[in-house]
């Protein structure tokens, strides 16, 4: 009986003894993954963090074709609103009623629920919130300065591209700078379209400033953003407002001295076969800028 007694108390002592040991043994961050704070401090993640921004541009609206919700490429999305929606194209399909969203936009009878529509706009704000991640914390981060001024140029870049698709679509949207939360979100009011084209200028030329020319890259890293990609497409989307109330503070003479720093740079020129182009010997080749 005393011996039980005995054996009882010093289990006891020992729960007690190892109890905080035990707590702070357990108490600990998730093993294998990376967390924000440290995100920044190795260039490996860094660089994982910019190329999770670049793959949103790739995404999909559904797993396969025939899902309700259909499955339209993201990098096809301009087809379906400059094309599909003049007389430029036709929807195809195997019947009539095939793939009805595109109906509703080739008829203009286009509701909230349409997926071409939310795709483009959840999709683009995903790769904003993850540009924003890279755009508001690599500053602190521990990697070296090129590294640095080269990742942030791509993110402002990317963040760029993503509302030009939706200033596109959707005239004047929500601006985010920074990362906000689900209920902050709902507070950010609409922009003025003049406001979101100055936006996205600002960060083109930023990003311009920052990113490195074509060549610099090695041959793994061809087709991320680059100095000459960030002049282009400033000198887009001046082209866009050109001839609107929202052009008033361009003239032609502004994306001809653009384009101009970005022929004269010596980093692009025509391929001899305008058909290469559009295949797959024509990625990255020296007729794209991105």
């Keep these: ?41 190795d260039p490996t993640n860094a660089v994982q963090a910019v190329n999770a921004t670049y793959d949103v541009a790739a ?42 969203p595109l ?24 790769g ?4 924003n991640t890279v755009i508001n914390n690599i500053d602190a981060g521990t990697i070296n300065d090129d590294l640095k001024k080269r990742l942030k140029g791509e993110a402002l870049f990317l963040r760029a591209y993503f509302y030009f698709n939706l200033v596109k679509a959707f005239g004047g949207v929500p601006l985010f700078e920074k990362t906000v939360t689900p209920t902050e979100a709902p507070n950010v009011s609409r922009a003025t379209i003049a406001q979101t084209y100055a ?15 074509k060549n610099a890259y090695a ?21 866009y407002q ?5 052009g008033n503070n361009h003239t032609w003479q502004e994306v001809y ?10 980093q692009y020129s025509l391929l001899a076969n305008y058909a290469a182009i559009h295949q797959e010997i024509g990625e990255n080749s020296s007729e794209s800028l991105f």
């Design 1 to 41: 009986m005393k011996s039980t007694r005995a054996a009882s108390l010093l289990g006891l002592l020992l729960t007690t003894a190892f109890a905080p040991g035990c707590k702070s043994f357990l108490d600990k961050e998730p093993l294998g993954t990376t967390t924000q704070d440290n995100l920044f401090k």
């Design 59 to 100: 995404w999909d609206q559904g797993p396969k074709w025939g899902d309700p919700a259909g499955q339209y490429v993201a990098q096809t999305y301009e087809w379906m609103f400059g094309d599909l929606m003049t007389d430029d194209s036709e929807k195809g399909g195997s019947s009539a009623s095939d793939f009805g």
């Design 103 to 126: 109906i509703e936009l080739k008829t203009w009878n286009i509701p909230p629920s349409n997926q071409t529509i939310t795709t483009l706009w959840v999709h683009s704000f995903t």
């Design 128 to 131: 904003i919130a993850r540009a």
């Design 199 to 213: 936006f996205i200028e600002k960060d083109l030329k930023a990003a311009a400033a920052l990113l490195p020319e």
């Design 219 to 239: 041959q793994a890293d061809l087709g991320r953003a680059t100095k000459g990609a960030a002049n282009g497409y400033l000198a887009r989307a001046i082209m």
């Design 242 to 246: 050109l001839g609107t109330v929202n």
């Design 257 to 266: 001295d653009i384009t101009s720093t970005v022929i004269s740079s010596t």
